[in-house]
């Protein structure tokens, strides 16, 4: 069940970093199965292979094994691209848009927590400083609504060129409206309808 790689770190003669494949337990941490794996597929194939002939609770993990035979849980490399491409999203917001914010203000939790949702949704946020106006997601925090104004932006072809018309615009405006509003009440977000419906307010909740 162990696989090594050039991409595992090796400490005291042994690999120790990667993913690993580890039970629950009632009475303490994690205890580990098998591993460490160099990536999450080799993982998730090697739990396919423990179904008939190990425990029905494994789960991978990604951490550094300890002696004891837990597990101390770290950023995966893929966590670290997501933040990475989470990060890219929000550089596309206005600039200046958390300036006289407090690190810790709820807003700014919010506006990360909300392009979050939407980015894991396969949404983009526009970019209003790009030379291509493709669209996307328009988040505007407003500190005097106690929120954030969601609303989005079509790809020029749509709403500057109209190359299918004015009607098509205004129905597929009010389309992906309404798709932002549902897709952030799944999550869990307080929304309401801002503008004429034309975008929505997500509010910080009490």
């Known amino acids: 069940m162990r696989g090594l790689s050039s991409s595992e770190v090796v400490l005291d003669g042994a690999v120790r970093q990667g993913w690993w494949l580890v039970v629950d337990e009632a009475a303490g941490p994690g205890r580990i199965v098998a591993g460490p794996f160099p990536d999450r597929a080799e993982a998730g194939w090697a739990v396919d292979a423990l179904v008939d002939g190990g425990p029905d609770d494994v789960r991978s993990i990604y951490g550094t094994g300890r002696a004891d035979g837990g597990v101390d849980r770290r950023p995966s490399p893929h966590d670290w691209a997501w933040l990475a491409h989470l990060s890219a999203q929000l550089d596309r917001l206005p600039e200046g848009w958390d300036a006289g914010l407090p690190d810790d203000d709820p807003l700014g ?72 509003a549902e897709v ?23």
């Open 109 to 180: 939790t919010l506006v990360v927590e909300v392009a979050a949702a939407l980015v894991e949704a396969g949404l983009s946020a526009h970019d209003s400083t790009g030379t291509d106006q493709v669209g996307g997601v328009c988040l505007s925090p407003e500190p005097s609504l106690g929120g954030i104004v969601v609303t989005w932006r079509q790809h020029d072809r749509m709403s500057v060129e109209q190359v299918h018309g004015a009607a098509a615009d205004v129905m597929v405006q009010q389309a992906m409206s309404r798709a932002l």
């Open 184 to 206: 952030l009440q799944v999550r869990g977000f307080v929304v309401d309808a801002f503008g004429g419906a034309s975008g929505h307010l997500v509010r910080l909740t009490a």
